[in-house]
């Protein structure tokens, strides 16, 4: 690889060749967990998972990608550097294993959206249903405009105009949060985190419950990227400055650790993040969960992409130029084709993976 962005896979079938042949060469377990459902071109769309380290660890650090599915394309291409260039079991305590979970949501990746085959965000998805829905007054005041049923000049003045007004009256986190926390209503609409537990999050917590091999202590870094300045990190956690979790993060990663709870990282507080399905799922056991975040455009360039993808693949022809012209810029406000971006991102995802090992790993 003569440009670190070159390692960035092509596809969802070709990503996940890559991964496998990269965990295969080092002798890693391997794993499937295949979901009901098959992409456009008839791909079967897994969850693979690649476990390097002791058969009963005491901790294991979990690198996932692509809960976000077409994020995943920066998620995996981090994945593989980690296992051909970092990966050294030399560095790593004898009791500490690494498990590296690849696209949580297949069906996103191969299709390049974010969402998955129920058009739900699963990073809103973890949480009790119906009961811990939470009810988002502002997407409620404004989802007419955030869905609308046409896609078109007017539409889009429309939607500026409300959200200028909602910003006017509530403030401009206020919007923030609406438009992003998540939503249970509008099963067609953007940021829907879903009426049940979702393929991938029953998978998740399965993974997270037998995967991590009964080990106490869990690291849980999850890539993303599409938030936050153009190629910088962001680790965030959901948990409040002062809680154990949150400290540990800031122990180990500096202020590159942010709280959503404390209000200076580049996220609101969410609804159903994969933080709760871990605190299910391995209950008992110190758990830090951090979402590892590349920022890509302004937010709000991510949110029209958002919105016209949800607006093509409800009542637009995916097919048509118009229909490719959405498609296309959804991956590129996810993933930027500029290949300073693609290697900036892989050059710090290793600096984020190596202190990960040294504070957590290392023996
Ligand atoms: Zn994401």
Redesign the pocket.
């Known amino acids: 690889m003569s440009s670190a962005g070159g390692a960035f896979p092509l596809s969802y079938s070709g990503a996940r060749r890559t991964f496998r042949a990269s965990a295969d060469a080092l002798g890693a377990r391997l794993d499937a967990i295949a979901i009901d459902k098959r992409s456009h071109r008839g791909e079967e769309l897994t969850i693979d998972t690649a476990y390097l380290g002791p058969d009963q660890p005491d901790r294991v650090l979990v690198i996932s990608s692509g809960?976000?599915g077409v994020?995943g394309f920066a998620g995996s291409a981090i994945q593989v550097e980690f296992m051909r260039r970092r990966y050294d079991p030399a560095r790593l305590a004898p009791g500490a294993g690494v498990l590296i979970v690849h696209a949580l949501n297949p069906y996103g990746f191969s299709e390049l959206r974010r969402v998955n085959e129920s058009n739900v965000d699963l990073?809103r998805n973890f949480l009790a249903h119906p009961e811990g829905h939470e009810p988002n007054a502002g997407y409620a005041a404004l989802a007419d405009v955030i869905n609308p049923t046409e896609l078109t000049s007017e539409s889009d003045a429309a939607c500026r105009e409300r959200f200028r007004t909602y910003a006017r009256e509530h403030g401009q986190a206020s919007l923030q949060s609406a438009l992003t926390r998540g939503q249970y209503e509008w099963k067609d609409g953007v940021q829907f985190g879903g009426t049940a537990d979702e393929a991938s999050s029953v998978a998740l917590r399965k993974i997270a419950a037998e995967a991590t091999r009964d080990a106490e202590d869990v690291m849980w870094l999850d890539f993303?990227?599409?938030l936050g300045p153009w190629g910088e990190v962001e680790l965030i956690s959901e948990y409040a400055p002062g809680s154990p979790g949150f400290d540990r993060a800031r122990e180990w990663f500096g202020p590159a650790a942010r709280s959503t709870v404390g209000g200076d990282s580049v996220s609101v507080a969410l609804c159903g993040t994969i933080e709760r399905g871990l605190e299910t799922a391995l209950p008992g056991r110190r758990v830090t969960p951090l979402a590892a975040e590349f920022g890509t455009v302004p937010s709000t360039r991510t949110f029209w992409a958002m919105r016209a993808d949800n607006w093509l693949h409800h009542h637009g022809d995916v097919e048509s130029d118009r229909g490719r012209a959405i498609r296309a810029e959804l991956l590129e406000v996810f993933c930027p084709a500029d290949p300073a971006w693609r290697s900036q991102v892989l050059g710090i995802a290793d600096e984020v993976l190596k202190t990960a090992i040294d504070a957590f790993a290392a023996p």
């Open positions: 809960i976000h994020e990073n993303h990227t599409g």
